[in-house]
């Protein structure tokens, strides 16, 4: 679509629970254990969630605050995924020690590397606090006796339901988490770009981090005398192997969800927000990869920025996908009419439709407005630190920091135009007389002068901008096309579906609080007459091997394992050859924040590692298809066998509870 259609369409827009569906909140899993157990699911609601004893919920951990992890021995010891970690890996890296490229693997507790700025986080309880603060506690007042009550305690209130309950969550934070083992990208990003969010997929996503403590156990900032954590759980390691149908649970953080918006807002995500936003990170990633392919250092030092970008890019392209395929506006409109039949004579909920749509006429603009914004000058450091600045990798880099300056100014002062552009930027375009030319000017300055006058009242009219749109929302923080009134509304609205739907299994949409998920490995038929099976092997990654491309060039040892077919105990027959299993499908409804969650077996053992949705997924944050939605893991055999027999890390295994 070219990009003065979606400017038009845009322009126009801004005018007047099914099988295995659900994220469930632990402390309230009792009400879905009937159905977990008709799925084979073997443990009681108190095993997933207590606070009176250790429960499965005391070995999973915010990863970072943006990912997931878990507990997988009583010494501290971390899994998740190989992307998680990736910024601390790059962090850690360098071109004479490229962990990236080659991997990393601590022989012994002294060589684990400190992950500094990284930190996980445990739940210690959730609890509903509607009536508290309908009584007149305010929220300030119950999170600062929560974090009062020990050391390393964190707090928020999170609104579930559009604020219809609202729920305490208290953490207990550790700061220092140390890499102990990743496998070279190769293995841990197998595919790269090209395989992402697609299958079958052969890709090794996991690393391992170590959580350390003082040595009362409590939270403590790093000291090389600080020692393992001891957890109150870990999970168990499932080798035994898995079969299609067999129950599976994710228990993680998932980040946002939107499965009750309206037909309005699936319009705009689809034929607005999401063709823009994979537009211009196209041209941003374009650019960022050539300069990959000129040069090692800079291929490390774009790595992270450059996966940050390419995973959002390819998620919303199967996204489109998904909704066009679906009809997800059409359903929801047709959904959302009949719920107004219904509410026609009810005052409550009469207009509750017509208001939102009315709102979302309104705020369409001044959303448009933060993603381009977000998406171009957004991106754009202003200036640039001194230490960057000087490091003599700059100037290898400089034309292509020059040239994501030109594209940013570009795709902003097209896409934003008349009252809706800055006059800071529209006026520095009349003056220098082209939006490359200005764009080249700021880029000089941020790159050269020290005093940056000009930077420094641009990024302020950025700031002032931003502060406005969010103004005119009456949200201080924006993650989707919402805003103040609108939460009103869907509160109501919420209720009224639920007093009419009463069918229907309502959660509440994810917002990065722990949840449980539950599903079966299963397949699934891609397209008429192709189905696709639920398990990858070992005989996949060899086929997809290529010396000549650096996501597909794997290390040179695994193609030796494969020769000589020495695997050890990770050894099996699958389909009448002898092999490694390498990943999994499963029908969790999962999403990012899910990333690193551990995908457990009915007896809360470990069976495999979530990094993944297929593509046709993507579009679960709004809809999800049971026949086709589908949570992609990495198999545990695999991880244990990389540790084992390419890692050369066996000793991990030790510390580890291996069950068959």
């Not at 950025?462 to 009103?488: M, P």
């Amino acid at each position: 679509m070219k990009r003065t259609l979606l400017l038009v369409l845009c322009t126009l827009l801004a005018l007047p629970a099914l099988a295995d569906e659900g994220m469930w909140l632990p402390s309230l899993i009792q009400s879905r254990i009937k159905e977990m157990r008709a799925k084979g699911f073997r443990l009681s609601a108190e095993d997933i969630y207590s606070i009176n004893k250790a429960s499965m919920k005391d070995a999973v951990v915010s990863f970072g605050g943006f990912c997931t992890g878990e507990l997988i021995s009583d010494r501290g010891l971390v899994l998740t995924n190989h992307h998680c970690g990736y910024n601390a890996i790059q962090a850690l890296s360098s071109v004479d020690h490229d962990y990236l490229t080659y991997g990393f693997w601590a022989m012994s507790p002294a060589e684990e590397l400190p992950a500094e700025g990284l930190f996980v986080r445990f739940l210690v309880r959730m609890e509903e606090v509607t009536d508290r603060i309908a009584a007149g506690e305010t929220p300030d007042e119950i999170i600062a006796r929560a974090t009062a009550e020990g050391k390393g305690y964190r707090a928020s209130i999170e609104q579930m339901y559009y604020g219809n309950q609202q729920f305490l969550f208290v953490y207990r934070q550790y700061d220092d988490v140390r890499l102990v083992g990743t496998p070279p990208s190769s293995i841990g990003k197998f595919g790269g770009d090209t395989d992402n969010w697609i299958w079958p997929r052969h890709t090794g996503d996991f690393s391992l981090f170590r959580i350390y403590a003082g040595a009362d156990n409590e939270p403590a900032a790093y000291a090389p005398d600080n020692v393992p954590y001891r957890p109150r759980h870990h999970f168990p390691i499932d080798v035994s192997g898995i079969e299609e149908g067999d129950f599976t649970m994710i228990y993680g953080f998932p980040g946002s969800t939107q499965q009750y918006i309206l037909a309005d807002a699936v319009d705009y995500i689809q034929k607005c927000s999401d063709p823009v936003k994979i537009a211009i990170r196209t041209a941003r990633l374009d650019l960022m990869g050539a300069a990959q392919q000129s040069d090692p250092a800079l291929r490390i030092f774009y790595a992270a920025r450059h996966a940050i970008i390419a995973n959002p890019w390819k998620k919303w392209q199967g996204e489109v996908l998904g909704l066009e395929r679906l009809r997800t506006a059409e359903r929801k409109r047709a959904y959302e009419q009949a719920f107004e039949a219904w509410a026609a004579d009810k005052p409550a909920y009469r207009t509750v439709v017509a208001d939102m749509k009315q709102e979302y006429q309104r705020i369409i603009p001044i959303f448009f407005n933060l993603e381009v914004l977000s998406e171009t000058l957004g991106t754009l450091p202003m200036p640039y630190p001194t230490a960057e600045r000087e490091d003599p990798l700059f100037e290898a880099r400089r034309p292509t920091e020059r040239a994501l300056w030109q594209l940013a100014l570009n795709e902003y002062a097209e896409l934003c135009r008349g009252e809706r552009q800055l006059s800071a930027v529209r006026e520095g375009i009349a003056r220098w007389g082209s939006p490359d030319a200005y764009a080249d000017h700021l880029f000089t300055l941020a790159a050269d002068d020290p005093q940056q006058a000009e930077l420094a009242e641009l990024k302020q009219a950025i700031r002032t901008d931003i502060d406005t749109l969010r103004n005119q929302l009456g949200l201080k923080v924006v993650r989707n096309l919402h805003s103040a009134r609108l939460n009103d509304l869907y509160a109501v609205y919420l209720r009224g579906l639920q007093e009419w739907d009463r069918e229907r299994a309502f959660f509440p949409d994810a917002n990065s609080t722990l949840r449980v998920a539950y599903g079966s490995v299963a397949g699934y038929e891609y397209a008429d007459g192709e189905y696709h099976k639920p398990l990858t092997t070992l005989d996949g990654i060899i086929a997809k091997d290529d010396p000549t491309i650096y996501d597909y060039d794997i290390p040179q040892r695994l193609r030796d394992l494969y020769a000589s077919k020495e695997y050890g105990r990770w050894g099996t027959w699958i389909d009448g050859r002898y092999t490694v299993p390498v990943c999994f499908l499963a029908t969790n409804q999962t999403t990012g924040g899910n990333s690193g969650s551990p995908v457990l077996n009915g007896r809360g053992e470990l069976i495999g590692l979530n990094f993944d949705r297929t593509w046709r997924s993507t579009m679960s944050d709004l809809e999800f298809d049971p026949t086709i939605c589908r949570n992609i893991a990495v198999d545990i055999r695999y991880v244990l066998f990389v540790i084992d027999r390419v890692g050369g890390a066996g000793y991990l295994l030790d510390e580890m509870t291996l069950r068959k």
